[in-house]
Every structure is written in C-alpha cells, then in structure tokens.
C-alpha cells in the first residue's frame, strides 16, 4: 500500500529534467527573429522598398537585354521617386527615420543575444553569465566532462509493481542519456550566443559611429562612388550627402553594396550622382 504523505513528500520534489527543453529552445527562436521581423516591417514602411530595390538588382543579372532594359527603367522611375521623397522630406524636416530603424535594429540584436545569455544563466548556468567557459576549462584541465546541475546523468526512478494485486512502490537508479546530449548541446549554445554577441556588438559600435561621424560617411560614400584619392570630386561628396542624397538615400547604398554587391550600389549612385559644374 502506498504511503498518502510520503507519495505527495515524494511528487513534490520529483524533476521533470529536460521536459523544459524544447520551451526553452522555442522561446529562444521567436527571440532571435524578433529584431529581423522589427526591421521588415519598419523598412518597408519607409518610401524605401528594400526587397523590391534589392530584388530589382538580383533579377537583372539573370535577364536578357530586353528586360533588363526595362527593368532600368524602372530604376530609374525608383531613383526619381526617391530623390522627389527627399527633396518633401527635407522640407518637411523630417527625420531620417530608415537610418534611426536600421540602428535600432542593430541594437535589438544586441539586448536580444544578452537576453539568450540571460535565459541560459538564469536556467542552466546557476545564475554564472561565465558558466559555459568555466565547464569548458574545467573539462579540458581535468579531462572529465562535469555534468551541469540542471541536467544530471543518474537519477532516482520510481516504478509500481503489482504483487497480489497490491501497487508496491520501487525505486531504481536510472541514467539519463539525454541530459548528456543537452548539456553538451547547451555548453555549444553558450559559446555561439557569446560569439554572436560580441559580433552584434561591434557591429552596432560600427554602424552607430558610421552614421554620426560625418568623415566616415564621406569615405564610405567615396568608395561607393569608386573615387580615387587624389579626385577632386572627393570635395563635393559632403555637398552631394547632405544635398541631393541624405542618410537614408546613403543607407540604401550600403545595404544594395552588402547584398547585392558595389557594382550595383555604383550603378544607383550614379543616377543619383548630379549633373552640376565640377562633377
């Protein structure tokens, strides 16, 4: 006959090891496509429709003649499109709200992969942000891999056998073969999670600094343009940023140079190049 009290003692203190897994792992998905989602739908809701400029770009190298015509056309119907939005939005004094999205989006991936970090210390790592690296060192000095708390290999099971038609309660020592995949999985997840948040890092430094010193603008625009040190076009790049192009036009170049290469980014610039004196 079973024990009421110690049954309940019993169930109360019993752990389900690694049923919390596969909420954890979901939880972590939705969090690493938020700041990606975030940037789709604040882009696109700018006058600048990236996937369409940035498709327009990849399908021309894959047409014939005839359609690539075309499809010039319509980027320079784009271009036109554009510089008529900046010119409004200049006078309007609006802000450059696809440079301040971009930005913002580039620190969501930041907070996003210091949350991951925060989600595995608080669950696997025993409140410890150096865990991963401690388990890491330990296991390479001693050369015996050190199980983590959350997930251990032997554990006590309960089992119910009926004898004369009467439930008897036994206990067994059990091994637990995938806490020793999760583990190992989870010491891989710390690492990746710390590698993705330092490259996140220094990209939004990079991007944040890019966008508010105005020498760096000057000289990534200037190999966008493809101009040589000693031009003297190089004077009039400031003109031509802060005049005819603007920062979210300067952004759309640098995103069509990430994904679609620097001859096109050179191509849309020279359309939105001006026909003055001394250029």
Request: with cysteine; net charge positive; hydrophobic share 50%.
């Amino acid at each position: 006959m079973f024990d009421s009290r110690r049954e309940i003692e019993r169930n109360s203190i019993s752990l389900n090891y690694y049923q919390f897994v596969p909420y954890i792992m979901l939880i972590q998905t939705f969090l690493w496509y938020a700041p990606q989602a975030f940037w789709r739908f604040t882009s696109n809701s700018t006058v600048f429709n990236l996937d369409a400029i940035i498709g327009l770009r990849i399908k021309k190298k894959n047409k014939d003649d005839k359609k690539v015509s075309n499809m010039e056309y319509d980027l320079e119907r784009f271009v036109l499109h554009v510089q008529q939005h900046i010119e409004y939005a200049r006078k309007a004094q609006w802000l450059p709200w696809l440079v301040i999205y971009y930005l913002v989006t580039k620190w969501l991936y930041v907070a996003t992969a210091f949350l991951q970090l925060t989600i595995l210390c608080y669950f696997i790592g025993e409140r410890d942000y150096f865990w991963g690296f401690k388990k890491f060192i330990d296991a390479t000095s001693t050369g015996q891999w050190v199980q983590l708390k959350a997930f251990p290999y032997i554990a006590y099971c309960d089992a119910i056998q009926f004898e004369i038609a009467q439930p008897r309660l036994h206990t067994f020592q059990c091994v637990l073969p995938m806490n020793m995949l999760f583990d190992k999985v989870y010491i891989f997840l710390w690492f990746m999670i710390v590698f993705v948040l330092l490259i996140s890092f220094l990209s939004a430094i990079y991007a944040t600094l890019l966008f508010t010193i105005p020498w760096l603008k000057h000289r990534e625009l200037c190999k966008i343009l493809q101009l040589p040190m000693n031009s003297p076009k190089r004077r009039l790049v400031p003109v031509f940023l802060n005049k005819h192009l603007s920062m979210d036009g300067f952004l759309l170049l640098r995103i069509l140079k990430e994904n679609t290469g620097a001859v096109s980014a050179y191509e849309i610039a020279q359309l939105f190049w001006p026909k003055i004196e001394g250029f």
